[in-house]
């Protein structure tokens, strides 16, 4: 079974982390090309095209300036313990066993807007894209043109050998 779940918009970066075991992300090469698209944002266009706050739109811009494509313990964090949105609250991946992020590991996808697909102990940099933002990119007009057959793919792997629940 896999089971796939929508990312938060609310990361934590700060916390203690509950194992030190990471992975790289698979589609790193995608993500930097939607990141130089990004850097040409300034903090208004943010704003305008996220719908937030300056300081959050700011936030975001510094972000994108920021972002590495070399991922680290110093620059990123495991996607399921970066995560805080209710799926994740839920999830209590600050609680979980080795064993059990093995398990995520094999059983678990998260969508992202940069990141195309993570599994749960992805190293991933910290960010805001939402997969229904209107980003005119090199695929298209918006998110799910960019990664629409990338993330297919992907997940058509994971179908023909496994049971699939989206949430």
């Known amino acids: 079974m896999l089971i796939v779940v929508s990312p938060a918009k609310t990361l934590d970066y700060e916390s203690p982390l509950a194992t030190s075991t990471y992975t790289q992300p698979e589609l790193t090469e995608h993500s930097a090309a939607l990141i130089e698209v990004c850097r040409e944002l300034t903090p208004v266009d943010i704003a305008s095209l996220m719908k937030v706050s300056d300081k959050i739109a700011g936030l975001n811009a510094a972000r994108f300036a920021e972002w590495q494509p070399t ?93 699939m629940i989206c949430w």
């Open 71 to 163: 991922f680290t313990t110093d620059n990123a964090r495991q996607a399921i313990l970066a995560f805080k949105g209710d799926v994740y609250t839920g999830l209590a991946a600050e609680t979980l066993t080795e064993a059990d992020f093995a398990y995520a590991q094999q059983h678990l996808r998260m969508l992202s807007g940069l990141y195309g697909l993570l599994r749960p102990l992805d190293l991933m940099q910290p960010y805001r894209l939402e997969m229904g933002t209107k980003l005119t990119n090199p695929r298209g007009t918006n998110l799910y043109q960019f990664w629409g057959d990338i993330i297919t793919d992907k997940l058509n792997v994971h179908w023909q050998s496994r049971a």
